[in-house]
T-cell receptor, first 112, second 117 residues
Framework: AQTVTQSQPEMSVQEAETVTLSCTYDTSESDYYLFWYKQPPSRQMILVIRQEAYKQQNATENRFSVNFQKAAKSFSLKISDSQLGDAAMYFCEEGGSEKLVFGKGTKLTVNP | DADVTQTPRNRITKTGKRIMLECSQTKGHDRMYWYRQDPGLGLRLIYYSFDVKDINKGEISDGYSVSRQAQAKFSLSLESAIPNQTALYFC????????????????FGEGSRLTVL
């Protein structure tokens, strides 16, 4: 069965600084996709970034980028120039099979 | 209007009551999911459905049942609610087959917060 591990229950960062959230996964699928979702206090789940496992190039979306290490099954999220609006729960998801599996989440606090 | 709509948004009920959470979508997706979110536990899959005739149990299906009334509608029922079913429930959709560029991406409703006293 797939598992997704987010080892940092909470993280904090100063405004304008950079923070990296960790995610490791374990899947037997050969073709899969990885996602980071953000959940602000409004509780709405918002897609931040996605990575196709067959692509070697790390995905980027504006201030958000990933460090994808396929052999290590690692998929970390880097947030650059952190903003107050980045404060939220962040969930990593592995979606290569029928059951899309999430990590337990990392709560990010952004300090002004 | 939201692409994935959940009702009710918030509900307080008593132990033993039957509760139905409803989900409807306008995205035209075949795949629908019900997740439960608890603090420190992330999102856990309750049930998922790939079409009207296909219903599958997820990680934590005990105490829950579902109905896929149409491609666009997927309801979650708690036949006899208990306090440890107090949680935030999410419905989500995805379309793996038709749009491979979005394979696996989930589109969420706004969540239904259920409190069982």
């Amino acid at each position: 069965a797939q598992t997704v591990t987010q080892s940092q229950p909470e993280m904090s960062v100063q405004e304008a600084e950079t923070v990296t959230l960790s995610c490791t996964y374990d899947t037997s699928e050969s073709d899969y996709y990885l996602f980071w979702y953000k959940q602000p206090p409004s509780r709405q789940m918002i897609l931040v970034i996605r990575q196709e496992a067959y692509k070697q190039q790390n995905a980027t979306e504006n201030r958000f980028s990933v460090n994808f290490q396929k052999a290590a099954k690692s998929f970390s999220l880097k947030i650059s120039d952190s903003q107050l609006g980045d404060a939220a729960m962040y969930f990593c998801e592995e979606g290569g099979s029928e059951k899309l599996v999430f990590g337990k989440g990392t709560k990010l606090t952004v300090n002004p | 209007d939201a692409d994935v709509t959940q009702t009710p948004r918030n509900r307080i009920t008593k132990t033993g009551k039957r509760i139905m959470l409803e989900c409807s979508q306008t995205k035209g997706h075949d795949r629908m999911y019900w997740y439960r979110q608890d603090p420190g536990l992330g999102l856990r899959l309750i049930y998922y459905s790939f079409d009207v005739k296909d219903i599958n149990k997820g990680e934590i299906s005990d105490g829950y049942s579902v109905s896929r009334q149409a491609q666009a509608k997927f309801s979650l029922s708690l036949e006899s609610a208990i306090p440890n079913q107090t949680a935030l429930y999410f419905c989500a959709t995805s379309d793996l087959v038709r749009d491979l560029t979005r394979a696996g991406e989930l589109f969420f409703g706004e969540g239904s917060r259920l409190t069982v006293l």
